[in-house]
């Protein structure tokens, strides 16, 4: 098989704030931006790789979400324990010094994992985990 990871998922609260942490913190350049007030769909992306995205979605949009399932969300989301990412650079500390100026609630410091990996971990505006590692 010849399966590649396309688009990832994360919701957002707040278009204009997820916006502006995906593409003026982290430097991802913006694919697309639809539809209009809290209900935009925003994809995002590395700028040098294009077939790898991140969709910014509102978290309940589906119509088939339940009341009492929207609640939940929007609970789990103002807990930080929605959603999270994984993302990697080679120089961990810079990019953690970048990160932290744009206003980005720190969770943790660039740390030497004792299951050997360094990372950091901030919460984008939508109270989701975002984990970066340095690569080595």
């Known amino acids: ?6 688009t990832s998922v994360l919701a957002h609260d707040d278009p204009d704030a997820a916006l502006s942490f995906y593409r003026d913190v ?11 007030g809290a209900m935009r769909w925003i994809t995002v992306g590395p700028v040098d790789q294009p077939s790898t995205s ?3 979605a509102p ?3 589906d119509p088939g979400i339940t009341e009492d399932e929207r609640r939940t969300i929007a ?10 990412i994984l993302l990697a650079t080679r ?5 953690f010094e970048k990160v932290r100026a744009g206003d980005a609630e720190v969770v943790q410091e660039p740390t030497e994992q004792p299951y ?21």
């Open 59 to 61: 978290p309940a949009a």
């Open 54 to 56: 991140i969709l910014l």
């Open 26 to 36: 982290l430097g991802f350049e913006v694919r697309s931006d639809v539809g209009q």
């Open 116 to 136: 050997g990996i360094r990372d950091c971990a901030f919460r984008d505006p939508a109270g989701n985990l975002v984990r970066i590692r340095e690569l080595r």
């Open 1 to 6: 098989m010849d399966i590649t990871i396309h």
């Open 75 to 84: 609970e789990m989301m103002a807990k930080g324990t929605h959603g999270w």
């Open 91 to 95: 120089d961990l500390d810079a990019t």
